[in-house]
């Protein structure tokens, strides 16, 4: 029971110290970048990175708190972005798309009625199966 409860610490005290590291390293290529545009605020961005690689590296458990409230706020904006991009997506491919096949007629489903059948059952031709056949039905 020991061990488990070393094994989270230790799991949790590397995904603290990764999560500083990489947060640490954004900040820092942003203070770089800011720093090559010659903007005075760089000075900001890098006092945040040395703060977060300092943590990372010593001290991880202290960012716990920190990268708590950065994972629900990233959720949130996960779950928020999600639905713009299908929205986007839905209304600059789908839609044209279904607008285009409708103007050529076409019935990608078959979702047609026709009075004059009297099944819509469709028959495959009837052939003798190799061993290949039931490895890759699909």
Do not use: C
Not at 75 to 96: C, D, E, H, K, N
Not at 114 to 123: A, K, L, R
Request: charged share 20%; proline share 2%; aromatic share 16%.
């Amino acid at each position: 029971m020991a061990n488990n409860d070393a094994d989270a610490r230790r799991r949790q005290r590397r995904k603290l110290r990764n999560f500083g590291l990489t947060v640490g390293i954004a900040f820092g290529v942003l203070a770089g970048l800011l720093f090559w545009r010659d903007k005075a605020h760089y000075v900001y961005f890098a006092v945040i990175s040395a703060v977060f690689l300092g943590l990372g590296l010593l001290v991880p458990i202290v960012l716990r708190p920190v990268e708590k409230v950065w994972m629900t706020v990233a959720g949130a904006m996960g779950w928020f972005m999600t639905r713009v991009l299908l929205t986007i997506m839905f209304f600059t491919v789908f839609t044209p798309i279904g607008l285009i096949a409708r103007l050529f007629g076409k019935d990608f489903l078959s979702l047609r009625t026709d009075e004059s059948v009297t099944s819509y059952w469709i028959y495959r031709e009837a052939r003798d199966l190799t061993k290949e056949d039931y490895e890759k039905q699909f």
